[in-house]
């Protein structure tokens, strides 16, 4: 179950506190990322959880995996 996705284009997102609060910073994720998503449990209850080859990662609903990722693999 473990798919990849590319980046579309550049967007930014505002990064959560340990609590999920939403902080004042800002993080761009830039066009041409690979994120994989293998159903890991999300922290905040979203949708889904991507991550990237960094460790980083982001919890998105489908809506916005479909709009703003290519399916790779």
Do not use: H, Q, W
């Not at 997102?13 to 800002?26: A, C, K, M």
């Not at 994120?35 to 998105?60: H, K, M, Q, V, W």
């Amino acid at each position: 179950m473990n798919s990849k996705y590319k980046v579309k284009k550049d967007f930014e997102i505002p990064l959560l506190d340990e609590d999920g609060v939403p902080t004042e910073e800002y993080v761009t994720i830039k066009k041409g990322e690979i994120y994989s998503y293998d159903g890991t449990y999300t922290l905040c209850g979203a949708e889904l959880r991507i991550t990237n080859e960094n460790g980083f990662f982001l919890e998105i609903n489908r809506d916005s995996l479909e709009r703003d990722f290519n399916k790779i693999k």
